[in-house]
């Protein structure tokens, strides 16, 4: 049980090797935090190394008699005189960070300060939160600020060579992280790189901040050449010799353009070495300002510059971009697609990502913005906007000090909502509109804290451009490995099944997340089936197909097959629902919650919810999508969608061949959609067939994807839409899509969609298996109005519940068990 501390204010231990006078890096966000809690009527300690950031050179006068003890602004600084190597390596940099933790742990046992109830440690160093771990009170509270994954960003950089170092590094992360009771991270991707290490502790979001009233927008200074700036570290891991490429392209292309890099660090030298080299008169070198003056040196430049490495930047955030995008200045920055970096280019518009290396990529770019003054201006208003939303300084400090409130009296933060995790290996279908559906109405419920999708890689990449901008800190998105891919969507079931299974315990542990959700869990009937679980975590997800009580909703007559089916279904199901991972299933077919809950032991876990209408696509009235010559004295029939044998095409062409010539001389058909590749053979003979034997009748092929608007603009123009398949299991967007137009549907008599369409007066169900019963049914349209087979009432409120937010609701509301 968690100890509750008496008082939810205790004083708070800071332990950081940076922080004032170091200028950039983590100095200034320490400072604005101990400052920021001691405004908020906490007493703060801070135990900080001497200052180094980004070049010991620097700071030579403060070197000369540096004090043990200072208070700045109400904040009691400690300083730890701890050894600092003279030369730049990983390995003598680990070693710094080391010297620090022991001379911060000799002064705790000399007892020049003490262990305190609250302790807030900063990562990196890894150190500094092992050392902060000693340094907390028994019973007290922990909570580990970490910028920075020191493993992930040694080995990708390559200034870590051995192995098995990155391998201890990653140990002793895993290790400590795991024993604070809290970790603050920058952002979703930092959050999925801690869970890949193996961290299950409780992880929060909690994005860089700027004092908006202190960097504000100001106009360029206008006796001064066009600025391009670089401000910062001279580091290895930001890529600098990117700039020196760039300055080369400039003095070729925009000589007028002064180059401006202000800051140091270790790869200073290497830089102003290689400027000269190629006698680059354009570049200038500067030094880094007084954190007072920031605001004002940040707007001397036009266009400013982040630079990353290629591997550097995939979770990592620079911090200075924070403050350019409060300055009112936009920026190019290098960065992989699907980094950190790049999401944050997706979300805001602020800024533009260029792949790394790319040299030609980043001087067009720059051109292109210095040339553009108007869309610079545009990008900067969206990153201002998006710091005063997102970043303020002083709402991000009081957010931390109501969790060390709720910390201290509960142990846990307030109102705790868990993380969600879907899996969905199908990119394509229903599943992006699903997806879509969940992240909109995200901050509509009060169940999930964040929600991780993993997903195929095109899949990410298109919801990535599209996160709601208030969300994108609850949202992370993992793009699954092609081999993950390959398995979850292998044509036999036993397989997909199990590989959806692993694949989803493995995700649940990267990502921490409590509860797992599977978009279409007959995929997992056998693994879940059999009593498999997800080590300790809740599973949950929506069952597309069942049909063993169809003989409950209609005229059920199955084959051989079928009834093995069937079977099959009903022994898996059962134990599936008594599975104790298993919490809610949720199914499109509302008949089936009612058997269950009659039938299985366990069956009140399954609960109905709707299939939700595709959103209205607005289409312009001098937008018209449908196809060229399409008559406009004919009945027009559509059939859309994937067009697979089991959608019953090839049943429909059968069906056309069959029409009387007066019917097909009256009639319009539409086939719209991309040939299976299997049938495509079939299709296209029939096809040729119909026109032999059809001359009377319209008939367009559109072998292809269609967008959104091409099928609204379809059904709308159309008089009857077609849905003719054959003995298909489950529901279908089909419907929805009819009902909203008003449009009368032709479908399967058997099954749900025959049972739905039915009770709903959507329009009228037949054999479609048998060609004559289905050329009957056409002809019977065509010769009498075919409205008068639609009631209209009874579709309008067949779709009214079946919204997308409803859909979505439903989805929520079903983990409140959970």
């Not at 770019?365 to 997102?390: K, N, S, T």
């Not at 123009?717 to 054959?726: F, K, N």
Request: proline letters at 6%; aromatic letters at 6%; glycine letters at 8%.
């Amino acid at each position: 049980m968690v100890r509750q501390l008496e008082d939810s204010r205790e004083p708070v231990l800071f332990v950081t090797q940076h922080y004032s006078p170091e200028v950039i890096g983590s100095a200034p966000y320490c400072v604005d935090l101990a400052e920021g809690l001691v405004r908020r009527g906490r007493q703060v300690t801070v135990l900080a190394g001497l200052p180094h950031y980004p070049d010991p050179a620097e700071f030579e006068a403060f070197m000369d008699d540096p004090p043990l003890r200072q208070n700045l602004s109400g904040v009691m600084v400690e300083r730890l005189h701890s050894w600092l190597p003279k030369r730049r390596s990983a390995l003598l940099r680990v070693a710094g960070e080391l010297a620090f933790m022991l001379t911060g742990l000799f002064a705790l046992l000399r007892g020049r300060f003490k262990r305190h109830e609250v302790v807030i440690s900063l990562c990196p160093s890894i150190f500094a939160v092992l050392l902060g771990m000693m340094a907390k009170m028994r019973g007290g509270r922990h909570v580990a600020m970490v910028h920075d994954v020191q493993s992930g960003l040694a080995q990708s950089l390559g200034i870590v060579r051995f192995g098995f170092l990155v391998r201890l590094m990653r140990l002793a992360e895993r290790f400590i992280l795991n024993r604070v009771d809290l970790i603050l991270v920058l952002s979703t991707e930092m959050a999925a790189t801690l869970r890949g290490l193996g961290v299950t502790q409780p992880i929060e979001v909690l994005p860089i901040w700027v004092d908006i009233d202190a960097i504000r927008p100001r106009p360029v200074p206008t006796d001064q050449p066009i600025t391009v700036l670089y401000s910062g570290n001279f580091g290895r891991k930001q890529g600098l010799d990117q700039l020196v490429e760039l300055a080369a392209e400039l003095a070729q292309k925009r000589p007028e353009v002064r180059l401006l890099l202000r800051g140091s660090g270790g790869e200073r030298a290497a830089v102003m070495a290689a400027v000269a080299e190629r006698s680059l008169t354009n570049v200038e070198f500067g030094d880094l300002v007084a954190r007072e003056q920031l605001g004002r040196a940040l707007a001397e430049a036009t266009l400013h510059l982040v630079p990353q490495k290629p591997d550097g930047a995939d979770f990592a955030v620079p911090s200075k971009i924070y403050n350019i995008m409060a300055a009112g200045r936009c920026f190019v920055t290098t960065a992989l697609p699907g980094s950190a970096l790049w999401n944050l280019q997706a979300q805001t518009r602020a800024f533009i990502c260029v792949q790394p290396q790319d040299t030609a990529a980043l001087t067009q770019a720059v051109i292109e913005l210095l040339d553009d003054p108007a869309r610079c201006r545009a990008m900067a208003g969206l990153g201002r906007a998006h710091i005063e939303e997102q970043h303020a300084r002083d709402t991000l400090v009081a957010r931390i000090d109501t969790w060390l409130i709720s910390l201290c009296r509960e142990g846990s933060l307030p109102g705790h909502r868990r993380d969600l995790l879907v899996l969905e290996p199908d990119g394509d279908g229903h599943a992006e509109e699903w997806l879509r559906h969940l992240l909109v109405h995200l901050g509509r419920q009060s169940q999930v804290e964040r929600i991780w999708l993993a997903i195929p890689g095109n899949l990410r990449d298109r919801l990535t451009e599209q996160l709601p901008a208030h969300l994108r800190h609850r949202i992370g998105l993992l793009a699954l490995t092609p081999t993950e891919l390959h398995y979850c969507t292998h044509r036999r079931l036993a397989i997909s099944g199990m590989a959806r299974w692993w694949v989803m315990r493995r995700y649940l542990i990267r990502t921490g997340a409590e509860i797992g959700y599977f978009l279409s869990l007959d995929h997992l009937s056998l693994p879940l089936g059999l009593g498999l679980g997800a080590g300790g975590r809740r599973l949950s997800g929506i069952l597309f197909r069942p049909s063993v009580h169809y003989h409950e909703i209609g005229n059920y007559k199955p084959s051989l097959g079928e009834k093995l089916r069937d079977w099959r279904k009903a022994v898996l199901y059962r134990g599936m629902l008594r599975n104790p991972a298993v919490d809610a299933v949720l199914t499109l077919d509302p008949f089936f919650a009612d058997f269950a809950s009659e039938h299985y032991p366990g069956g009140k876990k399954v609960a109905p919810v709707p299939d939700p209408a595709f959103p209205v696509v607005a289409i312009p009235a001098n937008d018209d999508h449908t196809p060229a010559g399409l008559p406009q004295d004919r009945q027009v029939l559509l059939l859309f969608g994937a067009l697979t044998e089991r959608k019953g095409v090839l049943h429909l062409l059968e069906a056309l061949r069959r029409l009387p010539d007066a019917t097909a001389s009256k009639t319009a058909v539409i086939i719209a959609g991309r040939v299976a590749p299997e049938i495509s053979d079939r299709f296209f003979a029939k096809e040729a067939h119909v026109r032999r034997e059809k001359a009377g009748l319209w008939l367009k092929v559109e072998n292809r994807w269609l967008s959104s608007a091409e099928i609204a603009a379809l059904v709308r123009r159309c008089d009857i839409v077609l849905a003719p398949y054959q003995r298909f299991v489950g529901s279908s967007g089909v419907l929805l899509w009819a009902a909203h137009a008003g449009k009368p549907l032709l479908t399967q008599d058997y099954g749900l969609l025959g049972r739905l369409v039915r009770d709903h007066g959507l329009g009228i169900a037949v054999d479609t298996g048998n060609p004559n019963d289905l050329a009957a049914a056409i002809t019977g349209m065509i010769d009498q109005n075919p409205q008068t087979l639609l009631d209209t009432r009874a579709a309008a409120a067949f779709v009214s519940q079946r919204t997308p937010e409803t859909f979505a609701s439903h989805i929520y509301a079903s983990l409140r068990g959970s």
